[in-house]
């Protein structure tokens, strides 16, 4: 082979190679982007749930301690039952 066709391939294959490493950190930046942006937004849906369930648990205290929300855990159907009763009256 003539040394110019050497001198194509070498070049092509060192630019296919820096080529390679460039595009490869392009896209690990991009993910690591993506996995940051994830982070945040999940830390502020879990912030926003944890909000609202304490504004939950302070309005069940303001209420005199009836908890109206059927999938609470202390939820308790008689007492909540016995506070409409005394409303009503």
Do not use: C
């Amino acid at each position: 082979m003539s040394s110019t066709v050497n001198v194509a391939r070498y070049t092509a294959l060192a630019t296919g190679i820096f080529y390679g490493i460039a595009h490869r950190r392009t896209l690990q930046e991009a993910e690591n982007n993506h996995k940051i942006e994830t982070a945040i937004h999940r830390r502020e849906h879990l912030i926003h749930e944890a909000r609202e369930a304490w504004k939950a648990k302070q309005a069940s205290k303001k209420e005199g301690g009836v908890i109206t929300n059927p999938e609470d855990p202390n939820f308790d159907l008689e007492k909540l039952i016995s506070s409409w009763e005394a409303e009503s009256k």
